[in-house]
Every structure is written in C-alpha cells, then in structure tokens.
C-alpha cells in the first residue's frame, strides 16, 4: 500500500530518510513511502513515521504524535508535525499495490457523487472530471431515463444509480413528496400544508448517505441539490469527518455557509449561479479525463462546472462571505476546495 496526500501527491522519502511530497509523474517507485499493514490505533515502531500513532476514520487516515498532526502543506513542501487539531491536510489515504500504476497515470480515485442526479444532465461532466460518478436519485422515472441515457456508462461501470432518497437516518421505506409541475423541487421534508395541493406524496426506498459513501468508496467531490435538506447532509458528512476535496451545496439558507467554515473546515470558496449557468458557461474551457483543456456547455438548470473548472480565483471565507452578503442566497451553489488555497485579496469582482 502506498501513502497519498488530500493534495493527491504521493508520499516518498528523500536522500535523507525523511518524508516528502512526489508528483504522479515521479514514477521512480523505489522512492515512494509503502505500508504493508496500517490499523486504526496502531503505533509506528520504525521508519520515519517511527512512534506516530494512526487514526483511520471513513474521511481517510491521520498520523499523531506528541498531541500533534501530520500534515502535507500545498507546493510540494515536506511533511511537517505542527497543528494540535486535525484540519484539512492531515488527512492521507492509501493505493493497493495492483493500483499503483493506474494512479501514476491520474485515472484513479475520483469517485464524483452526484446527490440530486434530476434528470443526469450533470453527469456528462462529472464521467469526464472523475473515475466514477455515483448518481443518486430519489424519482424513479428520472432515474429510470439516467438508466436508459447512460446505459453504456453503467455497463462499463463508470456510473452507478442509486435510485433512493438519500436520508442521515437509518435506511428502510420514507414518504417523499414529488412535485406536480417541477421534478427538481420534490423533496423529503413534508410540505407545508397550504403548499401541500402541489405534491403527490409516495413511499421510496431510503439509503443512509454515510453508508452510500463507505459502499463506494471515499469523495472525490460531492454534489449536493436536495430541496430542504442539504444542511442535514452536510452537517451529518461532517461529523461523521467526511470532508472531501471539493464539495457544492445549494444555498438558499445560510446555514449551509457556516456549516461548511465551522464544521467543514473549508477556506477556499467559490460560488455558481443556477440562473446564468447555461449563458456564463456556455462553449466553457474545462480540464478533460487526461488533464487536456476541452470547451464544454452546461445545459439550462444543470449544476455547472466544478473545482477549478469555476471562473475566478478561489476567495477566503470572509471575502466569501461579504461577497456572499451582496449577491445573495438563493438559487446558487457554493463550492468548496480544502487541495486549493484561497487568493485573499480576491474578492469576487
């Protein structure tokens, strides 16, 4: 097993014993840091992660030694033991052996989960910028059409759909509302009783999002557009210290940013607007499947591009915030990064 950064370098060891940072294009494997075996509690005797102890949760692992973490700062720069609590560099993860050489050639570990599929128009883009797309859909005739659109992805195993309302609660059978006119505003949550006549309320298979995340594997990004229920999901990813790479939510509430600064940890923000998406992205250049610049456009009420795909320069969480109080919540998403570091003088204009 070999040792992988949140920053998706792996980790080596240099001339001097100790640990650095490699890109995927050093692919000298004799340099690169391997485990045979790595348990949730154990303390290292030897090398140079010697009397470190490990943590291993569903987020990834973290090393601990002295009351302090370690962590791998962006640029490349060496390893270092200097925070007392847990953030978002600390978090490493591991690639079996049969792996090593498919990571080398950066198609590997890119799980995209698409949480409020609707109708798969997002899910072109996200076969493109990850190694698998898991689309979860709670109305069984739109994922019935992602079925039958993306047949081929499924077959090939690309794409998985999960057809369920996606819950923090225990899994089983749930009442779900979907609605009469507009697909994308069915939601979980009952109705408010003079709303109610707009709904048609039905019985759906439940899947616990935690659960749905350790079956597929660990977040490359995650997508998230559920009416009246992203702040749930979120809080519960965080505290089940599920923070990954990049993450979208739609923010009509609040909430949802300071969940994101005070339980996610986050510091680098972007923000897409739902009602401009398909003009201000139209013919977009984009980062391809092998790293190559394509021009792609975003349908009409799509989720738009993702990570760096985004115009602009990532802002801080308090330029975020008075550029958020400006153009208000509403019908966008805000994206987060913890693998890019925020411009803070950058404002949003």
């Known amino acids: 097993m070999y ?16 640990l650095i940072q490699l890109t995927a294009s050093d692919d000298n494997l004799s340099k ?3 485990f045979e075996n790595l348990r949730d509690g154990d303390v290292i005797n030897e090398g140079p992660l010697a009397n470190f102890t490990v943590e291993i949760s569903t987020a990834g692992i973290s090393f601990l030694r002295n009351g302090k973490y370690l962590c791998a700062p962006a640029d490349l720069a060496p ?10 560099w600390e978090l490493f993860s591991l690639i079996p052996d049969d792996e090593i050489s498919t990571f080398l050639s950066g198609k590997i570990g890119k799980t995209i989960y698409d949480i409020g599929s609707n109708n798969g128009d997002d899910i072109p883009y996200y076969l493109m910028k990850g190694d698998k797309v898991v689309a979860v859909e709670a109305n069984p005739l739109l ?22 309302v996606v819950t923090i609660d225990e899994p089983g059978q749930v009442f779900f509302y979907l609605h009469k006119g507009e697909d994308f505003l069915s939601q979980l949550p009952e109705p408010d009783p003079e709303n109610m006549v707009n709904f048609e309320k039905v019985e759906l298979p439940a899947k616990n999002i935690i659960d ?11 997508k998230i557009d559920v009416e009246h229920y992203d702040q749930k999901l979120l809080k519960c990813l965080f505290i089940n210290d599920i923070r990954p790479p990049y993450l979208s939510c739609e923010s009509h509430h609040i909430d949802v940013f300071c969940l994101l600064v005070a339980l996610g940890n986050y510091d680098a923000f972007k923000l897409v607007d739902g009602w401009s998406v398909d ?11 092998d790293n190559e610049i394509v021009n792609y456009s975003f349908p009409y009420h799509s989720a738009g591009p993702m990570g760096n795909d985004i115009a602009g320069k990532w802002m801080n969480k308090d ?4 550029f958020l109080s400006h ?4 019908w966008k998403d805000i994206h987060v990064s913890r693998v890019d570091l925020p411009d803070h003088s950058y404002l949003g204009f």
Not at 319 to 322: D, E, G, K, L, S
């Open 212 to 222: 749905m995340i350790r079956k597929h594997g660990p977040p490359y990004y995650i």
């Open 79 to 88: 390893l270092v033991v200097d925070r007392e609590w847990r953030m978002q």
């Open 32 to 34: 690169f840091f391997r």
């Open 3 to 18: 040792l992988m950064s949140a920053h998706r370098t792996l980790i080596g060891i240099d001339v001097s014993g100790n």
């Open 279 to 289: 003009k201000k992205y139209a013919n977009h250049e984009v980062r391809g499947p």
């Open 327 to 330: 153009v208000k919540l509403g």
């Open 143 to 164: 994922a019935r059409q992602i079925e039958a659109r993306f047949e081929k992805q499924i077959k090939s195993g690309a794409l998985i759909v999960e057809n369920c």
């Open 319 to 322: 330029n975020f915030f008075a």
